[in-house]
Every structure is written in C-alpha cells, then in structure tokens.
C-alpha cells in the first residue's frame, strides 16, 4: 500500500498540472471502487476548480471552488497517470484495462485514475466537515510537522504494552506511517520492533532519548524517500510514470538473512511476523 511518501509524491504531481484547473468532465467507467461512487459524482465536481490538493496522511484531499473537497485514497494498487491532451493519451494506446476514473480539466490535461484491485475509494464532503469524515476523524498528527515531537510521541506511547513497530504504524498515534518506513526508521534508530510502546516512552518524567531518536528519524526518512519519488516495491509509480527509487536505500527492509549494513556491525538482518505484517531488523544493533 502506498505509504505517506508516495502519497506526497502523487500529491505533488497533480498539483503541478492540475491546480487552479476547471473540470471540464468527469467520467466513471465502473459502478465504484471499494465502494460506490457518490451519488451525483460527476454532476457535483464538473464546473468546479481545484483551488487545492492536500494530503492527509495517506489520504489526497482535492479542495474545489464552493467548499467541496474530493477525498482519494489509494488502496494498494491504485494510481494516477497525467496526460497534457487526448492526443498524447492516443499516442499510448489510449485507456488501458483498469482505467476506472477519467477527468479532463478546461486547459486538456487528462487525469485518469486506474486501480487493478480496486481497494482504493473517492469520497466527496463539504471542505468544513473534513475532520469529521470518518476516515479523518481520529488520525494522529502529521510526521513532518512541529506538532510531532518526542514529547507529543511519547505521550502516545505511555502505558501502551503493544511493540513499538505495531504502535508506530497506528494511524491514531502517527498519521501516514507504514510497514516499509517504520522498518526503516526503528533500523535507523537503533531500537528494536518488539520492544514495547511504553518502554520507548520511558518511565519517568523526562522525555525518552529513544522518543527523540525515532522522532528525528521518521523526518529524515521521509524527507528521504519523498526526494526518492517513494519506494516503488510492485506497482506504485508517480503520475509521469516515474518509478520511486526510495528502494535502493532500504537498510533492512527486504533484506532478511543478509549481513547488516551498520557500521561494525556483523548481525543478519532478519525477519518476524507482527500482526500479520513482516518485520525486517537487526537483532545485533537493534536493542
């Protein structure tokens, strides 16, 4: 599933062709994605201007002209792929096999959304009632921002018994944080996945130093990958069609039963199962 980095990667490029831009038509070529389409979908967004296009942990949020918001999620597969006309769409062979969603914008631009598995979902809402929609309501505090800091974190994790890996990738207690960069980031910090929440919190009144270390982490990680363009693992690619090569810089993930690539270090990077999801660490450097 795309992570937080290729979430901003998309991001970033719909706004660069797509914002300020008028729909000109909006057409849907199946009944829904993980769910149905809004009642009204292409009615509601044709006319309007993208005046924005966020990101809410892993979600897109695309605000319209009157206060209406186009929330996109991803799913696993799901992905956009931009094209400046119908004639450079045409040059490509035109719409492909899952090609559920086409939007043309007044300037050409074609924006198409296609989703193999279709786990991916659009949803449209009033912009004033963001933070109440059901899958923004109860997110934790972006990773990239000074509202996440060790003392914020820690606060999270006080009293919690679960692994700190399994804590991490809660959406409630950081927003956008996936199995691939929380791999990376507790590597990086030197802490391993099964120690519990509560223990990285520390005990006493003092923030923890390991609070600190995945705090300052998780910001390299991510500024990391998304100058990466994100990690391209099996079918995520940005809306040029540019792979993210974020991969290339893995320390663990991936990596089971190869050496670890810490300084001095002679461990084998190996691999755990955590609440149905692979872990990749080091138990020599990783305490």
Same mark, same amino acid.
């Given at each position: 599933?795309?992570?937080?980095?290729?979430?901003?990667?998309?991001?970033?490029?719909?706004?660069?062709?797509?914002?300020?831009?008028?729909?000109?038509?909006?057409?849907?070529? #199946?009944?829904?994605?993980?769910?149905? /389409?809004?009642?009204?979908?292409?009615?509601?967004?044709?006319?309007?201007?993208?005046?924005?296009?966020?990101?809410? %942990?892993?979600?897109?949020?695309?605000?319209?002209?009157? =206060?209406?918001?186009?929330?996109?999620?991803?799913?696993?597969?799901?992905?956009?792929?931009?094209?400046?006309?119908?004639?450079?769409?045409?040059?490509?062979? =035109? /719409?492909?096999?899952?090609?559920?969603?086409?939007?043309?914008?007044?300037?050409?631009?074609?924006?198409?959304?296609?989703?193999?598995?279709?786990? *991916?979902?659009? $949803?449209?809402?009033?912009?004033?009632?963001?933070?109440?929609?059901?899958?923004?309501?109860?997110?934790?505090?972006?990773?990239?921002?000074?509202?996440?800091?060790?003392?914020?974190?820690? /606060?999270?994790?006080? *009293?919690?018994?679960?692994?700190?890996?399994? %804590?991490?990738?809660?959406?409630?207690?950081?927003? *956008?944080?996936?199995?691939?960069?929380?791999?990376?980031? +507790?590597?990086?910090?030197?802490?391993?996945?099964?120690?519990? %929440?509560?223990?990285?919190? =520390?005990?006493?009144?003092?923030?923890?130093? #390991?609070?600190?270390?995945?705090?300052?982490?998780?910001? $390299?990680?991510?500024?990391?990958?998304?100058?990466?363009?994100?990690?391209?693992?099996?079918?995520? %690619?940005?809306? $040029?069609? $540019?792979?993210?090569? /974020?991969?290339?810089?893995? #320390?663990?993930?991936?990596?089971?039963?190869?050496?670890? +690539?810490?300084?001095?270090?002679?461990?084998?990077?190996?691999?755990?199962?955590?609440?149905?999801?692979?872990?990749?660490?080091?138990?020599?450097?990783?305490?």
């Amino acid at each position: 599933m795309p992570e937080l980095p290729e979430v901003e990667t998309v991001r970033k490029g719909l706004e660069n062709k797509m914002l300020h831009g008028v729909v000109s038509s909006l057409e849907l070529r #199946r009944e829904g994605l993980r769910y149905p /389409f809004p009642i009204g979908f292409s009615d509601s967004v044709v006319g309007r201007t993208i005046v924005s296009i966020d990101r809410r %942990a892993k979600y897109l949020l695309i605000r319209m002209s009157d =206060g209406l918001t186009w929330i996109v999620h991803l799913g696993m597969t799901g992905k956009f792929t931009l094209y400046q006309n119908d004639s450079e769409l045409e040059s490509v062979g =035109g /719409f492909a096999k899952h090609d559920h969603v086409v939007i043309k914008l007044e300037s050409g631009v074609i924006a198409i959304y296609n989703d193999p598995r279709r786990f *991916g979902f659009m $949803d449209l809402i009033d912009t004033d009632g963001e933070q109440n929609h059901r899958h923004l309501a109860n997110i934790g505090c972006e990773p990239l921002s000074d509202d996440f800091h060790a003392q914020a974190l820690a /606060f999270e994790l006080k *009293g919690k018994k679960t692994p700190i890996k399994t %804590a991490l990738l809660d959406q409630r207690i950081v927003a *956008g944080l996936g199995n691939i960069y929380v791999c990376e980031i +507790l590597y990086r910090a030197k802490i391993s996945p099964k120690r519990s %929440a509560k223990y990285v919190a =520390g005990a006493n009144q003092q923030v923890s130093h #390991r609070c600190e270390n995945i705090v300052s982490h998780t910001k $390299d990680v991510l500024r990391e990958a998304i100058i990466a363009g994100g990690s391209t693992i099996s079918d995520f %690619a940005a809306v $040029d069609g $540019d792979l993210g090569y /974020f991969a290339h810089s893995f #320390r663990v993930y991936g990596r089971e039963g190869e050496v670890c +690539l810490g300084e001095k270090c002679e461990g084998v990077v190996k691999r755990i199962t955590q609440a149905g999801r692979s872990t990749f660490y080091c138990p020599q450097c990783q305490k």
